[in-house]
């Protein structure tokens, strides 16, 4: 055998730090970048808000020395914010508005999935759809996309197992669609396996609407099973919970706050940003000054230089954030303009690649800086990723998929009869108004919506 030596080159796309935290900031809601902002205020001292307060050399070294003593490094001076007897008494009242009105440190169910996905030993391009993955959940734990849709194709075949992992983490029953799959997914992790499992899988996807009915004795010859044994599987699934998400801190669904505005003003549609709810960073005039001193001792010097990068580079993820989410805003705005004028029904097909490709960015950023923000509409405070819908109808006019789910909703409660619509009478209607969908489509987005079929609602 002859040995030989070869050349060849490769691109490879290496993830920094820096660009991984761009990524996360990207996808925090409103409220979570408040709270992240204000704990950065609070460590470093060469971030501020516009004030008047003072600082000095003697501070800074001060400062530097006790950080010294608690870590090697001073990434975690923890000391700053906690012992202000350096600056003045009183900070500008925006910085303290601020600072008071920042929520609390809960952690929430993406920051509780993100920590465990820091703990495995996994590529850049593992991390990269894990952390894809896990922004796109919404409080509940359950997709706000298609997460196909969010990859490219050097991810996609990483899907399934890092979805694989992330049924692994706790809480179970998350990176799921929906409540079904959620419960699904618990009970094949607290050990439901074979004929048991998909006895289970059976009464969740098509018997729970005849439990609640009473119709236990035609569920259980669904299933193939007497009526203690169905008794038994019923019991075990009230033990488990479809949202396994609400555990943990509430987020956008319960505390919202919009990160801009798109309203109807004399006619015309007004795009605005919410600014009032992030202060105006820069950094601190006598921190940038010292680090052009040159009288300066080394371990102060190399102190402001880090805090100096670490408050730049979170000014500069602001101010990215911020101008992706403007330019996402007006496309939707100008594409969605009938939506915001005339209301739900007018949504149209959207999606996420078309928006990326009018603002020159990947669709996996145009679904970063959609999740969890919201936008204050004459329609209510709606999550921006709403305005992004699938076409639905194989015949005929074809509308979104929120468009659709919208015009059942407007069917069902406009309807007069004594009898209660069927999921077919429903696919009727939709055709009389041009719209093709199929009966099953129907009773899916009915689910969604979380209307009872039929027979439940004819005895109500």
């Known amino acids: 055998m002859a040995l030989s030596l070869s050349l060849s080159q490769k691109q490879q796309l290496k993830l920094s730090p820096q660009l991984l935290q761009s990524f996360e900031l990207m996808a925090l809601p409103l409220a979570e970048l408040q709270q992240k902002i204000k704990a950065e205020i609070e460590s470093n001292p060469a971030l501020e808000i516009p004030s008047g307060r003072e600082a000095s050399y003697e501070v800074f070294a001060e400062k530097s020395r006790e950080s010294e003593k608690v870590s090697d490094t001073y990434s975690d001076s923890s000391s700053y914010g906690s012992d202000r007897s350096g600056y003045d008494d009183e900070a500008s009242d925006r910085q303290q508005s601020f600072l008071e009105n920042a929520l609390s440190d809960e952690e929430t169910l993406q920051e509780h999935l993100l920590s465990q996905l820091g703990c495995e030993a996994l590529s850049e391009l593992e991390y990269e759809v894990g952390m894809i993955l896990i922004t796109n959940l919404d409080s509940n734990g359950f997709y706000v996309e298609e997460p196909l849709e969010l990859l490219n194709e050097e991810q996609k075949p990483l899907l399934e197992p890092m979805l694989h992992l ?114 105006d960073l820069v950094i601190h005039s006598d921190f940038e000054a010292f680090s052009q001193e040159k009288d300066v001792p080394k371990e102060a010097m190399n102190y402001v230089q880090e805090q100096l990068k670490r408050a730049n580079s979170l000014i500069f993820q602001v101010q990215l954030r911020n101008q992706t989410l403007y330019k996402v805003a007006q496309v939707l705005a100008e594409f969605q303009r009938e939506f915001f004028l005339y209301g739900p029904e007018f949504i149209k097909p959207l999606t996420q690649k078309s928006v990326a490709d009018q603002i020159g960015v990947h669709e996996t950023t145009v679904s970063r800086i959609s999740t969890a923000k919201w936008i204050d509409t004459d329609w209510g405070i709606i999550p921006i990723k709403r305005l992004f819908s699938s076409a639905v109808g194989d015949e005929g006019e074809q509308v979104s998929k929120s468009a659709a789910k919208e015009i059942i909703r407007q069917i069902l409660e406009e309807h007069q009869g004594k009898k209660a619509l069927s999921d077919q009478k429903i696919s009727d209607l939709l055709k009389e108004r041009g719209i093709t969908v199929a009966r099953r489509t129907v009773a899916k987005y009915r689910n969604e919506l979380n209307i009872d079929p039929s027979f439940i609602r004819g005895t109500n």
Do not use: C
């Not at 035609?218 to 479809?242: M, R, S």
């Open 166 to 279: 992330l049924h692994s983490f706790d809480p179970p029953g998350v990176a799921v669609r929906n409540w079904r799959e959620s419960l699904i997914a618990q009970a094949e992790a607290k050990g439901l396996k074979g004929e048991e499992l998909a006895q289970f899988t059976l009464l969740v996807e098509d018997n729970l609407e005849l439990m609640r009915a009473n119709k236990q004795a035609q569920v259980a010859k669904n299933l193939g099973i007497t009526l203690e044994d169905l008794e038994d599987l019923y019991g075990f699934l009230k033990t488990l919970t479809p949202y396994p998400g609400q555990g943990f801190a509430s987020g956008p669904e319960l505390f919202v706050i919009p990160d801009l505005s798109i309203r109807k003003e004399e006619g015309d549609l007004m795009l605005r940003m919410n600014s009032s709810s992030l202060p």
